[in-house]
T-cell receptor, first 115, second 111 residues
Framework: NAGVMQNPRHLVRRRGQEARLRCSPMKGHSHVYWYRQLPEEGLKFMVYLQKENIIDESGMPKERFSAEFPKEGPSILRIQQVVRGDSAAYFCASSFGPTGETEAFFGQGTRLTVV | AQSVTQLGSHVSVSEGALVLLRCNYSSSVPPYLFWYVQYPNQGLQLLLK??????LVKGINGFEAEFKKSETSFHLTKPSAHMSDAAEYFCAVSEKDQFYFGTGTSLTVIP
């Protein structure tokens, strides 16, 4: 059973371009979470999705950021018109059920660099 | 909303010495508590978790943590540090389908 797979591991974008980050949850997991880790900071919650539904996006910036988790395929975190401040590590986690007692498993992250 | 405080962003210990990483949380209800470890350029790996029951929780790699409700703390300990323990450690609280993470403690082990 493969773990949470994120790709690409490293992504470089010029200011103004779009960044697409992919996350394939563990087999059998239908709950996906995205977190952002800025340098020298902890992980900040961005969005919680179930298949085809956004459950909680309270941590998402209001503009340029969007996320989806379609019925088929990976979850996608999309950042439009990237700026230098978007440079960070983006982690995806998945769980079998809602977090609480259920452990969330993390991917290895995508490190986005905006130049 | 929850808040998680990790005292000491950097901790250094000698190899073989006690490791103590501190974590305090704010919660009005019994929380679910977790410690994760992050090695360089890696994702987060679960060390241990507290949900219910025994307040002393044992995890992987010889780590353990004790839930103290009166102190709202969940400190992580290991009796004897090993060089391979050098990593970033995150305390987290789970509530309403979100993990709330502390800012992390970077552990350095000195030979």
């Amino acid at each position: 059973n493969a773990g949470v797979m994120q790709n690409p591991r490293h992504l470089v974008r010029r200011r103004g371009q779009e960044a697409r980050l992919r996350c394939s949850p563990m087999k059998g997991h239908s709950h996906v979470y995205w977190y952002r880790q800025l340098p020298e900071e902890g992980l900040k919650f961005m969005v919680y999705l179930q298949k085809e539904n956004i459950i909680d996006e309270s941590g998402m910036p209001k503009e340029r950021f969007s996320a989806e988790f379609p019925k088929e395929g990976p979850s996608i975190l999309r950042i439009q018109q990237v700026v230098r401040g978007d440079s960070a590590a983006y982690f995806c986690a998945s769980s079998f059920g809602p977090t609480g007692e259920t452990e969330a498993f993390f991917g290895q992250g995508t490190r986005l660099t905006v130049v | 909303a929850q808040s998680v405080t990790q005292l000491g962003s950097h901790v250094s210990v000698s190899e073989g010495a006690l490791v103590l990483l501190r974590c305090n949380y704010s919660s009005s209800v019994p929380p679910y508590l977790f410690w994760y470890v992050q090695y360089p350029n890696q994702g987060l790996q679960l060390l241990l978790k507290y949900t219910t029951g025994a307040t002393l929780v044992k995890g992987i790699n010889g780590f353990e943590a004790e839930f103290k409700k009166s102190e709202t703390s969940f400190h992580l300990t290991k009796p004897s540090a090993h060089m391979s323990d050098a990593a970033e450690y995150f305390c987290a609280v789970s509530e309403k389908d979100q993990f709330y993470f502390g800012t992390g403690t970077s552990l350095t082990v000195i030979p």
